[in-house]
């Protein structure tokens, strides 16, 4: 009784207008007319367009049929000769159920071809709509609010984001939870999510102001996951509930990562409420460029190939937002004054003004225990800027087995590098720590400028 009360009142899932059944599964977006266009002839061939996965995402273009010379050229990638597909000039065709064909049989010569494609557009985009249907791969499994899926199942797959002028209802696709457990386990790519965007005001809107919301959501994404996951395939839908423009030009997307990340799995809302205040941020094109070049790094600080690039990087991310911070927000400093202060002063500046302790943290005493060259204990920021600088400016072979003050100064980067960027955001709520030795799913506490009470476990 109280499953079917629960399930009746779920809000029905987003509906995804292309899917994925399995990881890695191409995505067939458009089969029919395709035309080799060169030197000025067109000839017509049968063929489409495919999302392929690996060894990344990309469009391309497939044409299959009798061979001509211009064939021949088109797949030996003659620069001058195109492979244009003719799609619907006002929709957008559905999902195909196969990707590609081969030659027909019985064909005297036959040939088979493709190209990659970048930014291909498919409908009108001159269209008014009433609202967009996003396509996210690798998106994190959130706890968030209650949602039913077509095949009568419900859970708590849904996010709920409003900021900017933009609401945005991003939920778990059907089957996300089997695609999640095949991706953690052999990586790969998969469409776990999808989201529907509409004008909070319930007003209609532009290609090209779905195509901004697309990519201020991507930033978001890789923000909220730490990791390049965002939402790709925007379809646009008219007021008579038609699909009448897509983009298929997929954003940057890595294998699925286990990545740690700020945003706890069970604590979803803390998502819903940075959103908006990153959209304010983000709506300024002068703190765009700041948050755009900061999450970048944030991802290499937090989840990195080697621990020396990952303390690098942390360092090149905190020295620009202090800059940000503390010259063009806050007039703390000038920027001759900026200038003269070394890496270590300004850091710990902007550390101080935003909330976050630079004392050395207890859970790192390997790199407590490092000295500068005349022996004095170093803080926080010293310490980090000591190690990035042992790094850069390597003056003797060093042969050492003892890699625990990199492992330490590498998480005092990445988590100075996560606060900051959430500070600037305007984030309060709260957070999972990476200096924290508790690392089980809801173990959260608040950032440290926030004036909430420490929750209880």
């Known amino acids: 009784m109280m499953n079917d009360?629960?399930?009746?009142?779920?809000?029905?899932?987003?509906?995804?207008?292309?899917a994925t059944t399995r990881i890695n599964q191409p995505v067939?977006?458009?089969?029919?007319?395709?035309?080799?266009?060169?030197?000025?002839?067109?000839?017509?061939?049968?063929?489409?367009?495919?999302?392929?996965?690996?060894?990344?995402?990309?469009i391309r273009s497939w044409v299959y049929g009798e061979a001509s010379q211009l064939a021949i050229d088109a797949a030996m990638d003659t620069p001058d000769v195109e492979i244009v597909p003719r799609t619907p000039p006002r929709s957008v065709p559905r999902q195909a159920r196969t990707t590609r064909a081969g030659p027909r049989r019985g064909a005297q010569?036959?040939?088979?071809?493709?190209?990659?494609?970048?930014?291909?557009?498919?409908?009108?985009?001159?269209?008014?709509?009433?609202?967009?249907?996003?396509?996210?791969?690798?998106?994190?499994?959130?706890?968030?609010?209650?949602?039913a899926w077509p095949d009568g199942g419900v859970g708590p797959g849904r996010l709920l984001l409003e900021g900017g002028g933009?609401?945005?209802?991003?939920?778990?696709?059907?089957?996300?939870?089997?695609?999640?457990?095949?991706?953690?386990?052999?990586?790969?790519?998969?469409?776990?999510h999808a989201a529907r965007v509409e004008r909070t005001s319930g007003g209609t809107f532009t290609t090209g102001e779905l195509a901004a919301v697309v990519e201020a959501l991507t930033w978001f994404c890789w923000l909220?996951?730490?990791?390049?996951?965002?939402?790709?395939?925007?379809?646009?839908?008219?007021?008579?509930?038609?699909?009448?423009?897509?983009?298929?030009?997929?954003?940057?997307?890595?294998?699925?990562?286990?990545?740690?990340?700020?945003?706890?799995?069970?604590?979803?809302?803390?998502?819903?409420?940075?959103?908006?205040?990153?959209?304010?941020?983000?709506?300024?094109?002068?703190?765009?460029?700041?948050?755009?070049?900061?999450?970048?790094?944030?991802?290499?600080?937090?989840r990195p190939s080697t621990?020396?690039?990952?303390?690098?990087?942390?360092?090149?991310?905190?020295e620009a937002v202090s800059y940000s911070w503390l010259v063009v927000e806050r007039s703390r400093l000038s920027h001759a004054r900026f200038r003269r202060h070394h890496a270590a002063q300004n850091i710990r500046l902007?550390?101080?003004?935003?909330?976050?302790?630079v004392a050395m943290p207890t859970a790192l005493p390997a790199l407590a225990a490092v000295r500068d060259g005349a022996g004095h204990r170093l803080d926080g920021p010293q310490a980090l800027v000591h190690q990035r600088n042992a790094i850069v400016h390597r003056r003797a072979p060093v042969r050492t087995t003892d890699y625990a003050p990199l492992i330490d100064a590498q998480r005092l980067g990445a988590w100075y590098a996560e606060l900051a960027v959430l500070r600037i955001c305007g984030f309060t709520g709260l957070y999972g720590s990476r200096l924290s030795d508790n690392v089980w799913v809801g173990a959260v506490e608040?950032?440290?400028?926030?004036?909430?009470?420490?929750?209880?476990?």
């Open 307 to 318: 621990l020396e690039r990952a303390i690098l990087l942390a360092q090149v991310l905190l």
């Open 166 to 192: 933009w609401t945005v209802v991003l939920d778990r696709v059907q089957g996300a939870r089997q695609l999640h457990d095949a991706l953690r386990a052999i990586g790969g790519f998969a469409f776990t």
């Open 109 to 147: 010569t036959t040939f088979e071809a493709d190209r990659l494609l970048t930014g291909v557009e498919c409908g009108n985009p001159a269209a008014a709509l009433s609202h967009g249907v996003l396509h996210l791969a690798n998106f994190p499994l959130l706890h968030g609010r209650p949602v």
């Open 28 to 58: 067939a977006l458009f089969r029919g007319r395709v035309d080799i266009v060169g030197r000025g002839t067109t000839e017509r061939y049968r063929g489409g367009v495919v999302l392929d996965w690996l060894p990344s995402p990309t």
């Open 224 to 302: 909220c996951a730490e990791a390049r996951c965002g939402p790709m395939l925007p379809v646009g839908f008219d007021q008579r509930g038609r699909a009448a423009w897509s983009r298929w030009s997929p954003t940057r997307t890595e294998s699925f990562p286990t990545a740690r990340t700020w945003l706890d799995t069970v604590h979803a809302g803390e998502a819903e409420a940075l959103f908006p205040t990153f959209m304010q941020r983000y709506e300024d094109p002068y703190w765009r460029q700041v948050i755009i070049h900061a999450i970048d790094y944030l991802i290499e600080a937090g």
């Open 446 to 457: 608040p950032v440290p400028w926030s004036s909430e009470p420490v929750p209880l476990e």
């Open 5 to 18: 009360v629960t399930q009746c009142s779920a809000p029905s899932a987003v509906e995804p207008f292309y």
């Open 350 to 357: 902007m550390l101080e003004d935003m909330g976050v302790p």
